[in-house]
């Protein structure tokens, strides 16, 4: 039997199949790369181990926890209204500053490349839920050791797998811009810049060593260990328990509590039955900080056409799943 990892089918950015030569991955992660996911992913996950006793009356200013405020908000809605709204589902259009400025900010988020989360994310969308999601916790059968397996794999265990999902594929529009592409090679630059920044200004404000050290743990480190964590959750949670209002493919399901930390993504269901929707948050009460963002974005005119929800869609959406 073939599996979905090998049918020769390709797809376009919103999801819709298309004819064409092209499986789903295109090969295996080299040592290199393999070795930076490691170290991207649990050097932060250590330092935030460590943030207790580190705080623990000698190692936490108020300085640090207003740098975090800050690299976090860029760097996460970089990956919000940035790399997932904008440059996986086309919920708007972006003049050329705002693109570039979006794909240095998700960047910063030490996520991976803008092109790598992108074509992921797609594929994600494609398969969600069934075999070729990368991070369904659904793959292994619903018994709890399967769904403990399974909240693992979404939530961080696919992230130390090889495989790699096919750019040419799942975001070939993106391989054709040169701005985002000069972006993506640049991804070790922005790492840098996003744990040394901090650094930079910490050291600068309190003119002391001990300060550039404190904010590149507190802002560098454990603010990327706290997205990182933030962005997994809606992979795992997200896709396991919460209110499901709108009908959708799959298990997405709204999360209230993550709703203001992950700026909006929470409101999961809807944005599985409606991915190139720019708001998420729909219903009364259900606070959407990037879809605010993205509303002043197009007040200012650095964006344009954006998909906003209308009644009739989200009525449409109800009904299907009553």
Known sequence: MTSVLDQATSEDPSGKPQSGPKPILEGRRGPGVQIAVYTGVL???????????????????????????????????????GFHRYFTHGSFKAKRGLRIALAIAGSMSLQGPVITWVADHRRHHAYSDREGDPHSPWLYGTSLPALAKGFWHAHMGWLFERDQTNQDRFAPDLLRDKDIMRVNRQFGLWTL????LPALIGGLATWSWWGALTAFFWAGLIRVALLHHTTWSVNSICHMIGERPFASRDKAANFWPLAIVSFGESWHNLHHADPTCARHGVKRGQIDITARLIWLFEKFGWASNVRWPTTQRLERLAAKKS
């Not at 050097?43 to 936490?60: H, K, Q, S, T």
């Not at 810049?193 to 040394?196: E, Q």
């Open 43 to 81: 050097l932060p996950l250590v330092a935030l181990v460590a943030a207790v006793p580190f705080a623990w009356g000698w190692g936490l200013s108020w300085l640090d926890v207003g740098l975090a405020a800050l690299f976090f908000c860029i760097s996460g809605i970089g990956v919000t209204a």
């Open 193 to 196: 810049v996003s744990l040394a």
